[in-house]
């Protein structure tokens, strides 16, 4: 956990303070977008750590860093996962074959049949752990978009891990 005086120091440009505020945001920004933005995830991470270093001064409330934080790397996942897959279609081949069992069991390549925000919303509620009116304030969407976009996405997990 980050101490509020540092998180105010890193406001107001101490760059020691800013340093240690983004090595110690760094592995849990890491961990949210590595499943939401799959091979991308690196990348999605550096994006979202620019994000918080260019608007860290922003934050009313050091003590929501972590929060406010996490909503900004689900917001760069996705958008990077997005603009992956716009780049690079989906190669089947890639696919587990239905009959190869240690394939199968790969969770990334499952995830990787996913869209962008259906893995946004698995992470948020499954790995993070939050309920979905946290999940849906995060994803910016109302309630029931969130609930539904949940079902969809654990229905399409079910469906890509039973092929």
């Given at each position: 956990?980050i101490?509020?005086?540092?998180?105010?120091?890193?406001?107001r440009?101490?760059t020691?303070?800013?340093?240690?505020?983004?090595?110690?945001?760094?592995?849990?920004?890491?961990?949210?977008?590595?499943p939401?933005?799959l091979?991308?995830?690196?990348?999605?991470a550096?994006?979202?750590l620019?994000?918080?270093?260019?608007?860290?001064r922003?934050?009313?409330?050091?003590?929501?860093?972590?929060?406010?934080?996490?909503?900004?790397?689900v917001?760069?996942?996705?958008?990077?996962?997005?603009?992956?897959?716009?780049q690079?279609?989906?190669?089947?081949?890639e696919?587990?074959a239905?009959?190869?069992?240690?394939l199968?069991?790969?969770?990334?390549?499952?995830l990787?049949?996913?869209?962008?925000?259906?893995?946004?919303?698995?992470?948020l509620r499954?790995?993070?752990?939050?309920?979905?009116q946290?999940?849906?304030?995060?994803?910016?969407?109302?309630?029931?978009?969130a609930?539904?976009?949940?079902?969809?996405?654990?229905a399409?997990?079910?469906?890509?891990?039973?092929s």
């Amino acid at each position: 956990m980050i101490e509020e005086q540092l998180v105010r120091a890193a406001q107001r440009g101490d760059t020691v303070a800013m340093n240690d505020v983004l090595d110690a945001l760094t592995p849990y920004v890491g961990r949210i977008c590595g499943p939401i933005a799959l091979s991308d995830g690196p990348d999605a991470a550096q994006e979202a750590l620019i994000a918080i270093f260019r608007g860290l001064r922003g934050l009313e409330n050091p003590a929501a860093l972590f929060g406010w934080a996490r909503a900004i790397a689900v917001r760069e996942a996705v958008r990077v996962a997005r603009r992956g897959q716009r780049q690079q279609p989906a190669e089947l081949p890639e696919v587990p074959a239905a009959d190869d069992p240690q394939l199968a069991v790969d969770v990334q390549d499952v995830l990787r049949r996913l869209t962008p925000e259906h893995r946004a919303v698995l992470v948020l509620r499954d790995l993070e752990g939050m309920d979905e009116q946290a999940a849906a304030a995060v994803l910016d969407v109302p309630a029931g978009t969130a609930k539904s976009r949940l079902h969809r996405a654990r229905a399409s997990f079910r469906k890509a891990w039973r092929s």
